[in-house]
């Protein structure tokens, strides 16, 4: 279940004695109860949709360490999921405290259930990735028309929401806002499309003050008890493209903090993106797990433990 490679502590998979309610690409999902979730993040990486083999030290610390930061620094804007991070509050089942407290410790969120939207919610600040190629053919992203002549990367004038499918598998989807609305009501529509923007903005406004620009993010929400609650992970590197603020230019791609890393090392082979995903050098796993903490360090100012 743990490896230890370079004397890291990596965490691939978890098998906990709770009932699994799922494993996603990056997360073991366990039911504490009827009404919550234990969310475990391992360090398993995707790209293009693809888990890759190797864990990366540090990721799931940091994805779980990053949420828990902006879910409070967001709270004013829409309640969150989380319940607590701490283990000791968890009040998990003795055997499961006491067999793998450590393991969860810092990667771990009990959280509430929620039913989760079928929609995942996009927001672009800046024009790259699928916004830019959806441009560069019509003109507009997502049915967003935009001005004529903006360069690659170029900051929109303002962010705009570009809904997607959350697909069972393969990729996700980009839809029209009245696919989003077909598929979860124009009132709620409206609604997590106003509250993604309110917390892209809050969460771009504050990394920008740390020297990190969030170019692009998805957020998911869910209903409980018919109030809508952001769920599942916030403004991570994983969920969001963060770019360094320092040397960013439009016009051409930006260099990236974090698995653009990766992406960049498998751009340079002759895989075909398709399971299984290869090996990744010892010097790309490092420099990612760098770019991960570093990540952390400059949005928080501490160090992830
Ligand atoms: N509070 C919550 N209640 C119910 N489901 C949640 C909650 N928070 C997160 N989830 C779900 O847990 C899953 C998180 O797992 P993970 O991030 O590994 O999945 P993924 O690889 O992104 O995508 P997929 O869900 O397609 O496997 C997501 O499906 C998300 O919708
Ligand atoms: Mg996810």
Redesign the pocket.
């Given at each position: 279940m743990t490896t230890s490679a370079a004397r890291i502590e990596t965490v691939w998979e978890t098998k906990l004695p709770l009932p699994l309610v799922?494993?996603?690409?990056?997360?073991d999902?366990y039911a504490v109860g009827g009404d919550r979730?234990l969310?475990v993040t391992t360090d398993r990486l995707?790209a293009f949709d693809v888990v890759l083999p190797d864990p990366i030290p540090f990721k799931g610390k940091v994805l779980t360490q990053i949420s828990v930061f902006w879910f409070d620094h967001l709270k004013s804007i829409v309640p969150n999921?989380l319940i607590t991070a701490e283990v000791d509050e968890m009040n998990l089942p003795a055997e499961v405290k006491e067999k793998f407290g450590s393991l969860l410790e810092g990667r771990s969120m009990l959280?509430?259930?929620?039913q989760?939207l079928s929609v995942e919610c996009v927001i672009r600040g800046y024009l790259t990735g699928s916004g830019w190629k959806d441009y560069l053919k019509t003109g507009a992203t997502s049915g967003h028309k935009l001005p004529a002549g903006l360069q690659q990367c170029q900051k929109l004038s303002k962010p705009i929401f570009t809904p997607a499918t959350?697909?069972?598998t393969g990729h996700d989807e980009n839809i029209s806002f009245e696919e989003t609305v077909s598929r979860i009501g124009e009132g709620t529509a409206r609604k997590v499309e106003a509250l993604s923007l309110g917390l892209y903005e809050r969460g771009r406004d504050y990394a920008e003050t740390k020297g990190i620009l969030i170019a692009d993010t998805k957020f998911?929400f869910?209903l409980i008890k018919n109030e809508i609650v952001l769920?599942?992970?916030a403004l991570t590197p994983d969920s969001s493209r963060f770019w360094p603020k320092e040397g960013y230019g439009p016009g051409r791609d930006q260099p990236s903090f974090d698995k653009q890393i990766v992406r960049n090392y498998l751009l340079t082979l002759t895989w075909n993106q398709k399971p299984p995903g290869p090996k990744l050098p010892a010097e790309v796993i490092e420099k990612t797990s760098r770019a991960y903490r570093e990540i952390y360090r400059r949005l928080t100012g501490k160090e992830v433990v």
């Open positions: 799922g494993r996603g690409k990056v997360r999902i979730l969310i995707s999921h959280v509430r259930r929620a989760p959350k697909a069972v998911e869910g769920i599942d992970e």
